[in-house]
């Protein structure tokens, strides 16, 4: 799986690197692009081999229903088995290399957003509805979830790194987030929780009502 488009890097690379900008400044742009040839070549290689197979493979049926002998295409298909194999795991490793890099790759910004080395050079783009007059000293939420012991960034950063987050689970067990609006979200092994499927799907046959039933019951008889 490709962050961005392996086209557009390998088609427009400088465009890339430009709208980036900072972000991308420690990304390895020659590797990448070598990196990604090799896997190209790779997978050109392995395509023409396996068709070679299947085009042979068809010429040693028809020989056999013809009642000759295809044993020297037998042992050539062998050796071309062999070597799809061989190439099948090094183009397997050359996409986990070419993944280890391209996954440390940001998302390529907007055109209309501002540069900026820290969040003091962002720009206020609008507001909306009227500013709530506050007795107190507004808080920022991060700050709000920590004195509410529902965010914990200090483990969190031990854990993964930093912006994220783990979110307390009163039920046991814990979870992480990215402080993102598409953030990802991670369970760490939690006791076993019986759930009722059919408070999570509509009912729509008698069969699923049927089957909600039966999971009902093996739920009962896990919890007595």
Do not use: C, Y
Request: without cysteine.
């Amino acid at each position: 799986m490709f962050m961005l488009d392996l086209r557009l890097i390998r088609e427009q690379p400088e465009e890339v690197r430009a709208r980036l900008g900072l972000r991308g400044q420690d990304t390895d742009w020659q590797g990448l692009l070598k990196l990604d040839k090799e896997r190209r070549d790779l997978l050109t290689k392995v395509e023409e081999l396996r068709h070679q197979r299947k085009t042979v493979s068809d010429q040693i049926a028809k020989l056999k229903r013809d009642k000759q002998s295809a044993d020297s295409l037998v042992r050539e298909m062998k050796d071309v088995g062999d070597r799809i194999k061989a190439l099948e795991d090094s183009l397997r490793d050359s996409e986990e290399r070419l993944n280890a890099v391209t996954l440390r790759i940001p998302n390529i910004p907007h055109s209309s957003v501002p540069a900026g080395a820290e969040p003091a050079a962002n720009q206020e783009v609008r507001r909306w509805g009227a500013q709530p007059a506050l007795a107190f000293p507004a808080k920022p939420h991060w700050d709000i979830g920590e004195s509410l012991g529902i965010l914990d960034f200090e483990r969190a950063a031990r854990m993964t790194g930093a912006r994220f987050a783990v979110l307390p689970d009163p039920d046991g067990g814990s979870t992480f987030d990215q402080s993102l609006p598409a953030g990802n979200r991670e369970r760490e092994p939690a006791p076993p929780k019986i759930h009722r499927v059919h408070a999570l799907l509509p009912k729509r046959s008698r069969i699923v009502r049927k089957r909600h039933a039966r999971l009902d019951q093996a739920a009962s008889v896990q919890q007595g």
